[in-house]
């Protein structure tokens, strides 16, 4: 898997392909008229003498040629717009190239062809199949790794058979999307493993495709579904392939092989299990717990793994080239027409941060008299405007790039110092939202939310660094830097586990002023067992009232779906159970509503 540096042909819209008359329905003439000069057509009697050969209707120009065909010229009459797109879709379907995004994106970035399917591919599909069959059927965790590891060892064989090589970018997406697939198995709560899904999907696609361009990395997952579609094509003729008699001698000794090991392992596995009881429960502990009546979900399950692996090798075995999309640069501005706009905005940020600073120095006490304002409601007043104020700077940054003037070198360095400045002063923009966050937790502790949210408003401010990095060091790695860091911090915050930080924090504050809400306790996941269980009784129990229903209504969990938050949140709930009664709980506001801000 490498970046496309492989050689790999372009496929030009306009290269020409001759027409005939089997070819699909042609494109509407760009004019009424008869064409300039239209010949007869091309299957009339070469002898018919007195006659004259009929001249084309209006409404339908000649034929094409085959000379004018190959030279990718629009026949006479015909618009070479459409001509051209014609021939494009032709070409698409002759080489049965499918794509779910548009057909100049789709066209641009169209995979090679690969070569023939390697029987192990097929294994690994089959394994991988069979992996998310028995693994994620009763929910993720550690069996989601082992699903994947089969699609992963598919791709890696496709590159190899290709003869990709993996460049370090190749590693590095490849080692990020295999730890964010990791966080389900450590963490128990299912909004940062959902997060961590996505980024892993964003990671593996940039391991297959090797986009470092913003549409590359933009629309780069989009390959994982071209790449399922062209994957079964692929699939089937291999397996058409292998159904002769040349192929049929190489791979079925080792299908007749693999059946007999799985006879004798079921038959010998079931006779120890029934003469020792400690044999059997082993095994069951290890293997997975199948019963017929989810047998259609396990179906489905098979044919998602098994899909799955085959787009990770087509799309490893032929990427397809998002990078090739080119996005037309805006029309430059004159240097008064672009800087007015960012100058008086930078004046305003210049502005607000002076107030921000003052008040810093000065104290909150004075603020707070002069504005009538609470400690709590003056900290939450401004963290939502000052988030949107730094996505909306985004915005204007990306769009003040292309419009920006770039006649020459001093235009380059004005932009620079236009744009520097104001990313500087947007970082004190971040920095007066984590402080007014960090104030309002203090007040009202933290939630999932507040955790949320100060970790989005930190990773937007490390985006600004990187973006006044790229305008000192070049932008050519902007792309993959802001991909990389936005899979890092999603990283980051499924390993620090935000419900146990909630937990932890809230905790901490009761031990300082006493004041703890456990309904909201009662909605957090296992990995915050640990943090709860410091709590003194009553309070412990009824802390830990809802996360002990859960984990009871779940039963018993198999050790491939249980993660490790949930397997210490089941030995801490096993070592000292829950003993406060409904009445207790219920007295000290267990179940009271709440709104989560």
Known sequence: ??????????????????????????????????????GPPADSAAGSGTAAAPE????????????????????AGWDPKAWRTYQVRRQRAESGAWSIAPLAWAEAARPGRAGPVPTAVLVCAVVAGIASALFLGDGLGPGLLLAVVPAIAAAYVAARTARRTARPWTLVWAVGCVALLAVPALRDAGWPSTLALLAAVLLGALALHGSRTWPGVLLSPLGFVDATVLGIRWAWSGLRSRGSGVDRS????????????????????????????????????????????????????????????????????????????????????SRVEWALPL??????????????LAVLFGGYDKVLESTGLTYAEYARQGFWQLLWATLLTLAVIALALRWAPRAGAGDRGFVRVVLGTLCALTLVVVASALRRMDLYVDAYGLTRLRVSVAAMELWLGLVIVLIMAAGVFGASRLPRLVAGSAAAAVL?????????????????????????????????????????????EPRRSCALRGINNELSRGGRVPWYAMSLGEYRARQILRERPVKASYEVCSSLGTFHSRTIG
């Open 1 to 38: 898997m490498s970046e496309n540096t492989d050689g790999v042909a372009d496929a030009a819209a306009g290269d020409a392909v001759g027409g005939t008359a089997a070819d699909p329905a042609q494109p509407t003439p760009a004019t009424a008229g008869p064409p300039a000069a239209a």
């Open 56 to 75: 084309p209707t209006p409404a339908q120009p000649a034929a094409p040629s085959a000379a004018g065909s190959a030279a990718g010229v629009a026949p």
């Open 492 to 536: 980051v915050f499924g390993l620090l586990s935000p419900d146990g930080m909630v937990a932890e924090k809230n905790v901490a504050r009761y031990q300082q002023d006493g004041k703890i809400d456990l309904a909201y306790f009662q909605s957090l996941s296992a990995d915050a067992v640990p943090a709860l269980d410091r709590l003194p």
């Open 250 to 333: 190489r791979w079925l000794p080792v299908a007749k092989a693999a059946l007999v090991a799985v006879v004798l392992l079921v038959l010998f596995g079931a006779l120890f299990a029934s003469a020792d009881a400690a044999f059997a429960d082993l095994l069951s502990g290890l293997t997975p717990d199948v019963s017929v009546g989810d047998s259609p979900v396990r179906f489905l399950l098979f044919l998602l793994g098994a899909l799955l692996a085959l787009a990770a090798a087509r799309a490893a075995a032929a990427p397809s080239r998002w990078d090739r999309i080119r996005v037309a640069p805006g029309k430059p501005r």
């Open 343 to 356: 100058v008086v905005l930078n004046l305003l940020f210049a502005g607000f941060n002076a107030v921000q």
